[in-house]
Structures are given as structure tokens and as C-alpha cells.
């Protein structure tokens, strides 16, 4: 991967890389730490799926633990506050949405696009962390590809219904997503992951989870380019 060639050399002691590690490391945390409350309150959303969505929920906060304990095998103490804020505005507008009971505007925030930016993340990751985060990484990213295929499966199931507040639900969250890889890509770059990298293969895995439920390739292109403009 051409990632790879930047930084072929990393240094997990260094302090540079340690200091980028506590946010990037704080960021998947509280990502996984997200989608388990998210999942547990899709439960109580969909009563006729509750099992298999608190299942999905206890497997996310299986992930928190082992990325807090990549976080404690390089003695890095995550920056858990940066991570609040960096999730707050999709964090608000899935709270917003489950109170007025938008089903539909859950899943698309946390089934497609938190499921995707992190399976993109993850992707890009996995080939210049340390040894024992790997091993975990790998793991989890196995399991992302269940939780992003559980809400292509329930939207592709009710997509005529569904489809009009996806659109809206994408316009309103997607550019979130750009915001969120622009402020995060200098910590990123000391890690060895590239910007460039990790846009592509968010856009790769969001637009194949669109066209599995149901958008045209040109609905795909015209929905994918909403907050493009600022990365």
C-alpha cells in the first residue's frame, strides 16, 4: 500500500508518535463506545429486533476494551475529551433523530457511517500498527463488516419507505464525516495513514453499502459528493 512508503520506519516509543496515538487511539474508544450505546438504543427503537441489535451492541463494547488495551500496551492514556467533541455533532444528531423515533436516520448514522469510517480506518491502520494492535484491529474489523451488513440487510429490506429520509439523513451527516477526517489527518500522517487513503476507502465502502440497498450508481455519485467540497 502506497502508505506504506511515507513512514516506513515507526517509531511506537517515539513521543511524537505517542502524543498522535492518544487521540487516534481515544477516537476509536469512544467510536466503539458510541455505537454501543447506539445499538442498545436502536433495541429499544426496534422492540422485534432487540436481541440481535444488544448482541451487536455487547460486541462494540468488546471492541472498546481491546482498543483500551492497544492504548495501555504502548502506556498511552487515550485523550478521551478530544474524542467526545470529534464525535459530538454525529452523536447530536443521532440523539436528535432517535427522540423523534427516525429509524431510519439511525442506521444510516451509525450502520453506514460510523460502521464505514471506521471499517476504512481500521483498513488503512492495520498495516503500520504495532504488532499487538494489529492482532486486534484485525479482529474487529472482521466483526464491523457483520454490523455494516445488518443495516444494508434492514434498509434494503424497507428501501422504498426509507429512501427519502436517507437522502436527507445523508445530506445532513455526510459532510460531518469530511469534517471529521480533516481534523484528525495530521495525527493520522504520524501514524502513517494517509488522508488520501483513508477518503478513499471510506467513499469505496459507503458507496458499495448505498448500491446494496438499493441507489443507482448515479444517486451514489450525487449523494457521495455532499460535503466533498472541504476535504
Known amino acids: 500500500m502506497p502508505q ?19 487521540r487516534i487511539n481515544a477516537i476509536v474508544i469512544e467510536g466503539e463506545d458510541e455505537a454501543f450505546n447506539n445499538y442498545n438504543q436502536l433495541a429499544g427503537l426496534m422492540p422485534n429486533n432487540a436481541e440481535e441489535l444488544k448482541k451487536l451492541a455487547k460486541m462494540e463494547f468488546k471492541h472498546k476494551k481491546g482498543f483500551e488495551a492497544c492504548g495501555k500496551n504502548l502506556s498511552v492514556t487515550p485523550d478521551i475529551a478530544f474524542a467526545k467533541e470529534f464525535f ?12 423523534e423515533g427516525k429509524i431510519v436516520t439511525c442506521l444510516l448514522i451509525q450502520s453506514l457511517i460510523i460502521e464505514c469510517f471506521a471499517i476504512s480506518a481500521y483498513n488503512i491502520y492495520i498495516p503500520v500498527a504495532d504488532a499487538f494492535a494489529r492482532k486486534i484491529t ?19 429490506a424497507n ?7 436517507l437522502e436527507v439523513a445523508n445530506k445532513q451527516n455526510l459532510p460531518l464525516v469530511w469534517k471529521m ?15 488520501e487513503a483513508l477518503v478513499e476507502d471510506f467513499m469505496i465502502s459507503y458507496g458499495e453499502a448505498l448500491g446494496n440497498i438499493g441507489f443507482t450508481t448515479r444517486d451514489i455519485m450525487r449523494m457521495s459528493a455532499y460535503g466533498l467540497a472541504a476535504v
Open 138 to 156: 484485525e479482529g474487529v474489523v472482521k466483526d464491523e463488516y457483520m454490523h455494516l451488513n445488518y443495516g444494508e440487510e434492514w434498509l434494503k
Open 159 to 165: 428501501f422504498e419507505e426509507s429512501r427519502e429520509e
Open 181 to 195: 477526517l480533516n481534523q484528525v489527518s495530521e495525527d493520522a500522517k504520524e501514524l502513517s495513514m494517509e488522508r
Open 4 to 22: 506504506l512508503e511515507v513512514m516506513p520506519e515507526l517509531d511506537y516509543q517515539s513521543e511524537v508518535y505517542k502524543d498522535a496515538y492518544s
Open 88 to 99: 459530538s455533532e454525529l452523536h447530536g444528531n443521532f440523539q436528535t433523530a432517535a427522540a
